[in-house]
């Protein structure tokens, strides 16, 4: 059990230094970053909550403490994909602002209700030699609601199809791919908490394929270049064909 802690103290390593470097440079005021600054905090807060259910679990302290702990995680699990889907319908329906607004509404509702679900129904802690996890209603429910989006995922990129081939969709294939059979091994081997790390890379991931600000810069400076030199030479058009019609009645 002590070696899966391995994972988590790797993932909080990366998340921390991928943090630094995000947030450390100036950024551009757009949706996508907003919600993989979101995501990228929600990643940070899931891995401390999993170190301390670890901990609690094999430190074999049965109290309430552990109980919330695995719950807060659960909850984790749900926010953190569900900021996914926000980002894959942000990237594929750009130019649809209302519907994009109705469609955040309607995911934060159902991660409210889903939330409020996981911390209802029960959820217990198998401590059994080096094996501990945790299963459950909560749990199973944790695993629904996941696959339901991935679900969403794929509608939402079929029609974008053509589109697939951008970077941005990268950090989606590999969960859609990699991801999902972790979460299948996990589910047959439960003391495997590889979850949270998977998830740390596909956010690290995400950060090599969100908007570069300076790359931006440079093509809002080249559009303007070419906006300019496109306008000089319509302007010399101009007072070129004025100049010959001018010529012509003089002659």
Known sequence: MYSSMFFQISALFYCV???ITYFYKKRIKSIENKLFS???ITNFIGIIIDLISTYLAISKIQNIFLVLSSKLYLVYLITWITI????IFTISQKSKNNRLKMIFKCFIAFLIISSILILILPLYNNMESNRVYTYGPSATITYIISGIHVVCWIIVMI???K???QKKYLPMFFYMTIGLAL???QASVPEMLVITAMETFVTSLMYFTIENPDMKMLREIQQSKEYAEQANTE???FLYNTSQELKTPVK
């Open 84 to 87: 996914m889907t926000l980002y």
């Open 183 to 185: 979460t299948f091994l």
């Open 38 to 40: 979101s995501l990228i």
């Open 163 to 165: 589109n697939l081939k």
């Open 235 to 237: 302007k010399a058009m």
């Open 17 to 19: 230094l991928i943090m």
């Open 159 to 161: 029609p974008n199809i």
